[in-house]
């Protein structure tokens, strides 16, 4: 009886043991199908897609001219400039870096837009030699009207954080625009910045 006994206790741990071999090769090959999901997750967020395509309209070297106005009905301030954009980080974001005047003064500036993937928007950020604050917008681009639009903030030291909205609408191979809007105490929105660009031959 006690062989019997210590049979049956074999066989049990045997089959104990059985089944925890099978539970954690079960618990490996899920952990290992979460690190492809994750994998995959990750390299499809990684790599530049359709939204990148779209940025390339705006690579190359541009000469451009501006009209700025203060107030609604105040006439503009113009100047010219060049802007020569770039990718960077594979193709992933696009540089810009501007050069020009501003109110009589020597300009600088310079922009970076991507396209989250994740997001599925546009993103930008822009800082100048106008200012010491960053300017931070999300955006999206309609193929109807071959337009990339996009809203954010900046601060205005006059008035605090200041909202805006950008349009860029491109016409042609060598030639797109921007449009800058801002809100005035009525509610309206005031066009504040023309920017008309035209690629360098």
Request: negative net charge; hydrophobic residues 35%; aromatic residues 14%.
């Amino acid at each position: 009886m006690r062989k019997l006994w210590m049979l049956f206790f074999a066989f049990a741990v045997a089959l104990s043991f059985g089944i925890i071999d099978s539970t954690l090769a079960d618990q490996k090959d899920d952990m290992d199908k979460m690190k492809a999901e994750a994998m995959a997750k990750w390299q499809a967020y990684a790599t530049p897609g359709d939204g990148h395509k779209i940025m390339w309209q705006l690579e190359g070297n541009w000469n451009y001219s501006l009209k700025y106005w203060t107030s609604p009905n105040a006439p503009p301030e113009e100047s010219t400039g060049t802007n020569d954009v770039k990718w960077i980080l594979g193709n992933r974001f696009l540089e810009m870096n501007v050069k020009g005047t501003s109110m009589g003064q020597p300009f600088e500036g310079m922009g970076i837009l991507g396209y989250d993937n994740a997001k599925k928007e546009y993103t930008s950020t822009w800082i100048d030699t106008m200012g010491t604050g960053m300017m931070n917008a999300t955006g999206s681009y309609d193929p109807g009207t071959k337009s990339m639009t996009e809203v954010g903030k900046f601060t205005d030291p006059m008035s605090g954080e200041q909202s805006f909205k950008g349009i860029t609408k491109f016409v042609d191979t060598d030639n797109f625009t921007y449009e800058m809007f801002i809100s005035i105490p009525t509610g309206e929105e005031f066009l504040v910045m023309e920017i008309n660009y035209t690629r360098k031959k």
